[in-house]
């Protein structure tokens, strides 16, 4: 039982590159979320979805576009990379609205790097 | 605007000691409050969830507390250990959406 993966781990990107980060899980979740997180500021919600074919934003969504075409996958675009975008990117996922299953389980991170 | 608050920002104490970690939130509408563990470099793992109707929730030497009407929780951690030292989130659920604090950096000296 792999959980949440995210690929890369890291990535160096030119402004106005564009580029996708991976997220898949292996636990049927029905919610899924991408974060930033940035020194200091804790973790910034950027899009959800609550299952497959339903996406909406979070706090912060503004540069960034999601799909949810299967339960497993939920890739973050970035359409065209700003430096203000250099961060660590988190996904999560949850079986949603199941009690104490509704736990976060978090992958290991992508820290982008936009130059 | 939704805020969760930590408090304090970074801790450092000895080996052994008891010790609690601080959370504060601006709206008590939640649905549930989570408390993670964050090492470096990785990511983050939940430790505890309370429902908005509990009053608190126990793991090990780790005990969370809410208190939605003042709009605090706290985590315990007993008898605390080199092995606790990590960064340890507060992260407050309403509807969909969970906001998270900025994290209380915890140095356990052995």
């Known amino acids: 039982n792999a959980g949440v993966t995210q690929t890369p781990k890291f990535q160096v990107l030119k402004t106005g590159q564009s580029m996708t980060l991976q997220c898949a899980q292996d636990?049927?979740?029905?919610?899924m979320s991408w974060y930033r997180q940035d020194p200091g500021m804790g973790l910034r919600l950027i899009h959800y979805?609550?299952?497959?074919?339903?996406?909406d934003q979070g706090e912060v969504p503004n540069g960034y576009n999601v799909s949810r075409s299967t339960t497993e996958d939920f890739p973050l675009r970035l359409l065209s990379a700003a430096p203000s975008q250099t961060s660590v990117y988190f996904c999560?996922?949850?079986?949603?609205?199941?009690?104490?299953?509704?736990?976060?389980?978090f992958g290991s991170g992508t820290q982008l790097s936009v130059l | 605007k939704q805020e969760v608050t930590q408090i304090p920002a970074a801790l450092s104490v000895p080996e052994g000691e008891n010790l609690v970690l601080n959370c504060s939130f601006t709206?008590?509408?939640?649905?549930?409050l989570q408390w993670f563990r964050q090492d470096p470099g990785k990511g983050l793992t939940s430790l505890l969830l309370i429902q908005s109707s509990q009053r608190e929730q126990t793991s090990g030497r780790l005990n969370a507390s809410l208190d939605k009407s003042s709009g605090r929780s706290t985590l315990y951690i007993a008898a605390s250990q080199p092995g606790d030292s990590a960064t340890y989130l507060c992260?407050?659920?309403?509807?969909?959406?969970?906001?998270f604090g900025a994290g209380t950096i915890l140095r356990v000296k052995s």
């Open positions: 992260a407050v659920e309403y509807g969909n959406k969970l906001v």
């Open positions: 979805s609550v299952g497959a074919g339903i996406t």
């Open positions: 636990m049927n979740h029905e919610y």
């Open positions: 999560a996922s949850s079986q949603y609205g199941q009690g104490d299953n509704e736990k976060l389980f």
């Open positions: 709206d008590s509408a939640i649905y549930n």
